[in-house]
């Protein structure tokens, strides 16, 4: 049995009480009216580099389209309220981006233990106990999720424009979108997936635990069962996540693989979170029959989704920019103009950074060298979500400060405390998996 | 100059396998074994270097990327400038995406293909080349175990025949 070292929990609420103050603070020096936004934005504009209004019409583009072109002559009055609603929108932003992004971890976590699962792996089992104790975060950062995103339909901010019926009523695309995109039928749609998810992680970790004081293989098989069909539940689910959550707080665009965009940065933040989770138990004496051929493995994971992620983010991009249809194109524009630091940074960070540390295999056994690689990884899709999120709500306005940063500690030390707490309620080894002899004898 | 060598014969792999680590024990130099099959494992048990192919695959795959933004920007920037995606900004750099599939395509191929070369000319084989295996059984379902002889031929005979040999001969070797 695992024990919950003091350090770690010590440092877990440490972390959580600065990101609770420092998003506290975030959201006490928003503005609240239009003078004190401009007032701040003449502030920053020294360290921004200037150029605010030019940029800005460009990131107009898909938020108040509809409302701008009506208003016309009252442009300059209209972009200081667009302002302050970016500057509003900044640290409720940062608090769902972060938010989002450990939950996206746990989720990840899921889908990879759903497929070794399915597949009946046989190198796997002897980590399936790290892999649950990271699923347990499931439930409350979904709850959190959730939460945050009853907020949004209750007009607590403005992270989704298409929930303001004042922008619908000009917006010609939003009204023929508004079957799908209103807040009701968002928020049972997000009850579902959310409920879906929950259950199979609940049900299936109860199967597990169940299996090792069985005396037959039943629990297992229906383990099997269970996963086999929760795949294909997540898939589809996944990506209407992906398009509910994130893709419509640009309402305008779509992508069609931005589904499995988004799969593909959780898949490799949650098999990132498993290497370095299962590197500290083994460094802390426990696991012992974890070998460097497991971290081996995982750290080809780690490699192979990296190259999987660039992939599609390329796939994507490439389409949409060279096919050069405004209404799609101005997504990467606002990208390109208003964050170059975080957009070309995540690449580095998400591709080049993993491919050239991780291509050779000697490298992938050394611990050290996996759990840096992992923090890299980690920060690089943190960075992805962000620039999924941010252009849209906050558009040049962006800046990691204290609510970012506060969420970022916030949630990571929640999900540390959460995930380590759950790791001592069950042995690390499983008793009975019938596949636990040739996970232990794993070598490759 | 020919020299004399020892061949032992195996039906079983996991049988070779102890043999090779047993011979190995007793400081026995393995020239070649010769298998239908790879066998997992057979490499380290009898102490070969790791392979460098890995390497050479990395070294040829940097030279498929040059080649292709070498080619790239000579053809659609230098020679004919070419408005590409409606962006006629005519700099290799800013059109760089659209060439991204040819620069991960030719990384492939040089990687692939000269690894594949090499690895035949390291292994010493090409066109026309006699086959080196002595004995036919071997592409079949025999493993062959060679080892050099120093003077020691009925010892290491004794000691082949412990460790589950089949057949074991010992024959003149051109080389």
Redesign the interface.
């Known amino acids: 049995m695992y024990t919950f070292s003091n350090k770690l929990r010590l440092g877990s609420f440490i972390a959580m009480g600065l990101g609770f103050i420092f998003l506290v603070i975030g959201f006490m020096s928003a503005p609240s009216t239009v003078e004190e936004a401009k007032a701040m934005v003449a502030v920053h504009d020294d360290g921004h580099g200037g150029g605010h209004a030019e940029a800005a019409t460009e990131s107009h583009g898909d938020q108040g389209h509809g409302a701008e072109a009506s208003h016309g002559e009252e442009h300059d009055s209209s972009h200081d309220e667009h302002l302050l609603s970016q500057l509003k929108n900044r640290p409720w932003s940062a608090l769902y981006v972060a938010a989002f992004f450990f939950f996206m971890i746990s989720l990840g976590v899921l889908a990879f233990y759903a497929i070794q699962r399915a597949a009946q792996a046989g190198w796997s089992p002897l980590l399936f106990r790290v892999m649950e104790g990271i699923t347990a975060y499931l439930v409350p950062g979904g709850i959190i999720v959730f939460v945050i995103l009853l907020l949004s339909a209750m007009h607590m901010n403005h992270l989704f424009v298409w929930m303001d019926s004042e922008v619908v009523a000009h917006d010609e695309l939003l009204q023929g979108k508004a079957g799908y995109l209103n807040p009701t039928f968002f928020l049972i749609r997000a009850a579902i997936f959310l409920g879906g998810w929950i259950f199979y992680r609940q049900y299936s970790r109860k199967l597990s635990l169940a299996q090792d004081e069985s005396d037959d293989n039943t629990n297992f098989v229906k383990n099997f069962r269970w996963s086999a069909g929760f795949l294909v539940f997540y898939l589809v689910t996944e990506s209407m996540m992906s398009w509910d959550w994130i893709m419509s707080v640009d309402p305008h665009w779509f992508s069609t693989l931005f589904g499995w965009y988004v799969f593909a940065s959780m898949f490799v933040s949650g098999i990132t979170v498993i290497a370095m989770v299962t590197v500290y138990l083994k460094s802390k004496g426990y696991l012992e029959d974890v070998n460097n051929s497991h971290i081996h493995d995982l750290a080809k994971f780690m490699f192979g989704i990296s190259i999987f992620w660039t992939y599609l983010w ?1 796939a994507q ?2 389409l949409i ?4 249809i405004p209404e799609e194109v101005t997504y990467y524009v606002a990208r390109f103009q208003d964050y170059k630091l975080p957009f070309f940074g995540m690449l580095v960070l998400n591709f080049v950074f993993p491919l050239l540390v991780l ?3 000697d490298y992938k056994r050394i611990n050290w060298f996996v759990i840096m690689t992992g923090i890299v990884v980690l920060f690089g899709h943190y960075l992805d979500i962000f620039n999924m999120i941010m252009p849209a709500t906050v558009g040049d306005q962006w800046f990691i400060g204290l609510p970012e940063i506060g969420g970022i500690l916030f949630f990571g030390g929640l999900f540390v405390y959460w995930v380590f707490t759950a790791l001592t309620k069950a042995p690390l080894q499983p008793k009975r998996n019938p596949f636990i002899e040739e996970s232990r004898h794993f070598h490759y | 100059m020919a020299s004399k060598v020892i061949q032992a014969l195996y039906n079983d792999d996991d049988v070779l396998m102890h043999a090779v680590k047993k011979v190995r024990a007793e400081h026995h130099h393995i020239e070649e074994v010769y298998t239908p099959f790879p066998v997992h494992g057979l490499d380290k048990a009898m102490g070969l270097a790791d392979t460098r192919i ?1 390497i050479t695959s ?1 070294l040829y795959g940097c030279l498929g990327l040059t080649v292709a933004v070498v080619m790239m920007n000579f053809i659609m920037i230098e020679d004919w400038p070419q408005d ?4 006629p900004s005519f700099s290799y750099l800013e059109n760089m ?2 060439f ?1 599939p040819i620069m991960f395509e030719l990384t492939v191929f040089f990687a692939a293909h000269l690894m594949v070369i090499t690895f035949y000319l390291r292994s010493r084989m090409w066109p026309f080349k006699k086959a080196e295996n002595p004995d036919k059984r071997t592409t079949d379902d025999h493993f062959l175990m060679e080892i050099g002889l120093h003077d020691n031929e009925n010892e290491l005979a004794e000691l082949l025949w412990e460790t589950g040999a089949v057949e074991v001969k010992v024959t003149e070797k051109e080389s």
Do not use: Q, R, T
């Open positions: 390329f991009f490439m920019w060279y096919a050069n291509m050779n295999s | 890995a990395f590409i995606g409606g962006k995406p659209a991204v």
